[in-house]
Antibody
Framework: EVQLVESGGGLVQPGGSLRLSCAAS????????MSWVRQAPGKGLEWVAN????????YYVDSVKGRFTISRDNAKNSLYLQMNSLRAEDTAVYYC????????????WGQGTLVTVSS | DVVMTQSPLSLPVTLGQPASISCRSS???????????LNWFQQRPGQSPRRLIY???NRDSGVPDRFSGSGSGTDFTLKISRVEAEDVGVYYC?????????FGGGTKVEIE
């Protein structure tokens, strides 16, 4: 069974930084695109970023471009999201998700990690 | 961006009765390969989302057959033939062929 375990969330002040991690197991991590999807409290789902298998292509939602960086370490089966210049509107649960190219969606999700941006 | 519009926002249902959720996309979800890529996710209270259905009507492994998906082009439906207590939660439709991937606003299914 595919496992995705996020970590690194917490409380941070506006303008601060945080780095999220996602540990993947039970599948061939290096052969899949990976994603971050977030959910603000009581709200719906919003795709945040995608990264290609070898890290050569990265895509972001407009609201985080220039502030967030997605990366991966295939040797460690890990996905990351470096979040800088955080704003109150970035407050959300951040999910690590596997992008399924064949079905063009997210076929497996982690349990999520909560990021709270507040002074 | 492609807008995914779901209705209703809230769906009170009686146990054992059917339920139906509508999803409409602002652009066709028919891809160049001829397939239609519309997916449904379930999010139970306090849990992460789980995919139920992919490519309009294909159930994921372990998804009960009381869940079914249908539709074409820009109009899609998720049906639950007989609602059970474990079906309570929020359901989202999602498209991934037009960048960026976008979700519907969600439909909350609750037992009345």
């Amino acid at each position: 069974e595919v496992q995705l375990v996020e970590s690194g969330g917490g409380l941070v002040q506006p303008g601060g930084s945080l780095r999220l991690s996602c540990a993947a197991s039970m599948f061939s991590f290096s052969t899949f695109w990976m994603s971050w999807v977030r959910q603000a409290p009581g709200k719906g789902l919003e795709w945040v970023a995608n990264i290609k298998q070898d890290g050569s292509e990265k895509y972001y939602v407009d609201s985080v471009k220039g502030r967030f960086t997605i990366s991966r370490d295939n040797a460690k089966n890990s996905l990351y999201l470096q979040m800088n210049s955080l704003r109150a509107e970035d407050t959300a649960v951040y999910y690590c998700a596997r992008w399924a190219g064949r079905t063009k969606d997210f076929d497996n999700w982690g349990q999520g990690t909560l990021v709270t941006v507040s002074s | 961006d492609v807008v995914m519009t779901q209705s209703p926002l809230s769906l009170p249902v009686t146990l054992g009765q059917p339920a139906s959720i509508s999803c409409r996309s602002s652009q066709s979800l028919v891809y160049s390969d001829g397939n239609t890529y519309l997916n449904w996710f379930q999010q139970r209270p306090g849990q992460s989302p789980r995919r139920l259905i992919y490519k309009v009507s294909n159930r994921d492994s372990g998804v009960p057959d009381r869940f079914s998906g249908s539709g074409s082009g820009t109009d899609f439906t998720l049906k639950i033939s007989r609602v059970e207590a474990e079906d309570v939660g929020v359901y989202y439709c999602m498209q991934g062929i037009h960048w960026p991937p976008t979700f519907g606003g969600g439909t909350k299914v609750e037992i009345e």
